[in-house]
């Protein structure tokens, strides 16, 4: 059975080690989004991929969810010593990682072909594909109607503002990498992860040609980053309601609703399945909370058997 899987940072991180372990790797394929990409103390930043890729890994930090386990913050330590402003905390074995993606990146490479090698390095053996390699930047313009650029809303103003619009910039422009519209035609399933919907599978589905091939698919499953009408972690719920969506697993299913055939939601919102059934999907109740790798397991085979 061959599985894609859309996925953005923790979200999908986590229900990516599930898949891994109920699947052989040859069949797994995770598409990143790159829309949070950045250009941070002069190096490529991809923290969407590098979550993922992490956490395929074995080597994420899995209690902050971004960042390499026992990484140090030597540079960024300097850096604000130097008076830079440095807001983006970056450790030190991450930032070996962005050095080596930039550098190939200046040798030339695609951003694709750039994540493939440091993905092989780190001995993860499924294909984990960026979305694509041309650029895509999400930025957001505020109530107070300022526009910050993905890492200054999410990190430096630690996603407190309220925001008015989400854009999505270069997107018309920008093609799927190469592999992704195979990875999605060949699945047998294929995955939306439980991942900001406005800016993590939102950009992945906005790609030319992407949320067709969706809704020619037979077999798309999501799973509901919203439990109990809120987002587990992050903004995914305020940007939602920005976009016009109610803020409920049920909002979700009607977001997704033209590309997506099963929406799994969490047993806790079981009196919420009439409510996702008429946006047009079959609405399936599962544990959805990943709060270890058994657990995401287990939502993987779940999943994996509807
Ligand atoms: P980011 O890029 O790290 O912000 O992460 P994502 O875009 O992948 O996902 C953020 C969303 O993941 C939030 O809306 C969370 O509610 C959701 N999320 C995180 N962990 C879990 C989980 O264990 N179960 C479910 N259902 N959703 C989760
Ligand atoms: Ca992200």
């Known amino acids: 059975m061959k599985v894609t899987a859309l996925a953005g940072g923790v979200g999908g991180a986590k229900l990516a080690i599930g898949l891994a372990r109920a699947l052989p790797a040859e069949d797994l394929t995770i598409v990143v989004n790159t829309g949070d990409d950045a250009v941070v103390y002069g190096v490529h930043v991809s923290p969407d991929v590098d979550i993922v890729t992490y956490w395929l890994a074995g080597v994420a930090d899995v209690d902050r969810g971004w960042g390499i386990k026992d990484d140090t913050f030597t540079l960024v330590g300097w850096l604000r010593k130097l008076d830079l402003e440095a807001w983006f905390s970056l450790g030190d074995r991450d930032y070996a990682t962005c050095l080596v993606r930039t550098s190939r990146l200046r040798d030339g490479a695609t951003l694709s072909e750039a994540t493939d090698e440091v993905r092989r390095r780190l ?63 060949s699945a047998d399933t294929v995955v939306v992860c439980p991942s900001n919907p406005v800016v993590s599978i939102g950009p992945i589905v906005a790609l030319a040609g992407v949320r067709d091939a969706l809704r020619d698919h037979p077999h798309v499953v999501a799973v509901s980053p919203i439990v109990r009408g809120a987002a587990l972690k992050g903004p995914a719920d305020r940007l939602l309601a920005t976009v016009g969506v109610e803020v409920s697993a049920a909002g979700v299913a009607g977001l997704y609703s033209d590309f997506v055939d099963v929406f799994v939601f969490d047993r806790v919102d079981e009196h919420h399945r009439d409510e996702i059934e008429s946006a047009g999907v079959t609405a399936v109740p599962l544990d959805t909370i990943m709060d270890n790798a058994n657990a995401s397991e287990q939502l993987a085979r779940g999943i994996l058997s509807l």
């Open 123 to 185: 001995g993860v053996a499924i294909k984990v594909i960026p979305m694509s390699d041309d650029p895509v930047r999400t930025s957001f313009v505020t109530a107070d109607g300022r526009t910050l650029e993905f890492q200054e809303y999410f990190v430096k103003e630690r996603h407190e503002p309220e925001v008015a619009e989400v854009m999505l910039n270069g997107i018309d422009d920008a093609k799927p990498a190469p592999g992704v519209m195979d990875a999605i035609a």
